[in-house]
């Protein structure tokens, strides 16, 4: 009898340590929301965007130090309940050129993002200028955007510049 309870007692402990360690297959519910989305933090700029054009969604902080920016450091982001959508429209040859995020929708797993960027036709100046335009929103589980894109000319770009 006093075998049968050691044998018992020596199968539970091992039991009791191989469900110890281990890694866990709980996995995390998807945030996937539906409808507006809060813009958190808007940041927008004639100079020190990416160089190609394009809407960047950005969910960790290696993803915003690689996505082009002249000078991420300037901006501080919490990519552990934030994210970055950021809207850029390259290199341009002329001022007056600039970039705007009005809105944010998730809809069908996907952020659908109203960008207006101004066009002037203006004069050439020297340089290249790189208008952007950033916005942050509460973190998702969504990768994708797509932009609609409203053109401008001619108007005096929003406060911020």
């Known amino acids: 009898m006093s075998r049968f309870v050691l044998l018992l007692s020596a ?41 190609f054009p394009g809407l960047y969604v950005i969910r ?12 991420p450091d300037r901006f501080q982001v919490d990519f552990a309940s934030d994210m970055v ?12 050129h600039w970039a705007r995020i009005e809105s944010v929708l998730a809809k069908d797993g ?16 020297q340089g290249r200028y790189r208008p952007f335009a950033m916005v942050v929103v509460p973190r998702s589980d969504i ?10 000319r001619g108007l005096q770009p929003p406060g911020g510049y």
């Open 85 to 96: 959508l950021l809207f850029a429209v390259g290199n341009v040859s002329e001022r007056g």
């Open 143 to 152: 990768t994708e955007a797509r932009p609609v894109l409203l053109r401008s």
């Open 110 to 125: 996907e952020y659908v993002v109203r960008c207006r960027y101004n066009s002037p036709g203006g004069v050439p100046a």
């Open 11 to 51: 199968s539970l402990m091992i039991l009791v340590a191989g469900c110890a360690g281990g890694p866990s297959t709980y996995r995390q519910p998807k945030i996937i929301p539906e409808g507006a989305v809060p813009i958190l933090r808007q940041h927008v700029g004639e100079v020190g965007g990416p160089a």
């Open 60 to 71: 960790t902080q290696r993803g915003f130090d690689n996505a082009g920016l002249v000078r």
